[in-house]
């Protein structure tokens, strides 16, 4: 099934070490097929349809499977430009949007406002970080820990889950730093479109020290 620019192929159900619930996320069809693939690697990188990027630890995954849409409905999830608003910073109104987006967004981030007593934005800018003792922890996705996770993304073919490696997340709230032993970490869930903001970022500010 085509859904704007891209091809919803179904969904991805996981189930990681420590955690009773089943992840359930929409994919598209290159997902699927990237997971068709044996891989013999530490840790597996995905891109859903919701708007995750996820660093999956492949020694703690229970199961792991893909299925097409026509077997059953994928979760919903919305249009690439509808999280990418809704990440920035800022307010919406400044962002220059379309009509008829402006006020879906607006809409979606009153009623998130309304269930939830925070903003749609703290949604959408949140790590979560599954551990194998049961823990689900979240911390702001600010420029510091992309840092560390893009190190991780880098390094992850090279880390062995017998060594003593850690991720080092900042806590915004307190100013303090916590350390996540990456061999008891199931599972990252990063924010894709705040992911791409900040790394976007990170290249114009790189390109424009290189033109001065």
């Known amino acids: 099934m085509e859904i ?3 091809a919803l192929y179904g969904g991805l159900t996981l189930k990681i070490k420590g955690h ?5 996320f929409p994919i598209d ?4 097929e990237y997971l068709t693939k044996n891989r013999n690697t530490k840790w597996i990188s995905i891109v859903t349809l919701d708007n995750w990027f996820l660093l999956v630890n492949a020694g703690k995954i229970v199961s792991l499977m893909t299925w097409n849409d026509l077997d059953q409905n994928p979760p919903g999830f919305e249009h690439p430009n509808v999280y990418k608003a809704l990440s920035l910073s800022g307010g919406l109104e400044k ?3 379309q009509e008829d987006l402006l006020k879906y967004c607006q809409e979606k981030d009153r009623k998130y406002e309304d269930e939830n007593e925070e903003s749609i934005w703290v949604l959408y800018n949140e790590v979560q970080i599954y ?3 049961g823990q689900k922890h979240q911390v702001l996705l600010n420029e510091y820990n992309a840092y560390q996770l893009c190190d991780l993304e880098m390094e992850s073919e090279e880390l062995g889950n017998d060594l003593a490696r850690f991720l080092l997340i900042e806590d915004g709230a307190n100013g303090g730093v916590s350390w ?3 061999s008891e970490t199931s599972l990252i869930k ?3 479109a705040a992911r791409q903001i900040l790394r976007d970022e990170d290249e114009r500010r790189a390109s ?3 033109a001065a």
Do not use: I
């Open 190 to 192: 990063v924010p894709a």
């Open 180 to 182: 996540f032993n990456l």
């Open 95 to 97: 962002q220059n949007l």
């Open 29 to 32: 069809k290159e997902t699927h």
């Open 131 to 133: 551990t194998t003792d």
């Open 4 to 6: 704007g620019s891209f």
């Open 20 to 24: 009773e619930e089943e992840l359930t």
């Open 208 to 210: 424009g020290a290189t």
